[in-house]
């Protein structure tokens, strides 16, 4: 705290007036409560900022777990419909390897016929090929 008779004092002894004294220690008391801060100006504000800066940090946590949440629920829907994608391409693929085994067997069927075919008609070419040469033996 500022001594004001001490300053007041040291003025008259350096040669003010009595008046000039006092009118010069207060000028400067008054502009430096005006213009200038206390301890306790800032108490105040470190207090004030304290607060400011607890809520501050009380808001952003609050943020962070809606943000938290939001991407929680968002990655979850995404892991289902996935699992739902993935389930829908192993029935796919299921019916897929039911189709082609119908589709080997069918063809296997297929294979079968056509070789009874081919051997049967190598049969009926054999016989009418030997009955040809049978009769033009026989002439």
Aim: net charge negative.
């Amino acid at each position: 705290m500022i001594n004001a008779l001490r300053y007041t004092e040291e003025l008259e002894k350096a040669g003010f007036t009595s008046e000039q004294a006092k009118t010069s220690v207060d000028t400067w008391m008054s502009l430096m409560d005006q213009n200038f801060a206390t301890r306790g100006d800032f108490r105040e504000y470190q207090l004030a900022n304290s607060s400011d800066l607890k809520d501050l940090r009380l808001e952003l946590k609050g943020e962070i777990q809606e943000v938290r949440a939001e991407l929680k629920t968002e990655i979850q829907e995404v892991r289902a419909e996935l699992k739902t994608e993935i389930q829908d391409l192993r029935i796919e693929m299921q019916d897929l390897r039911i189709e082609m085994q119908s589709l080997k067997s069918e063809l296997r069927s297929e294979i079968h016929r056509s070789m009874i075919q081919m051997g049967a008609l190598i049969v009926t070419t054999s016989t009418v090929g030997f009955s040809i040469l049978a009769f033009l033996i026989s002439r």
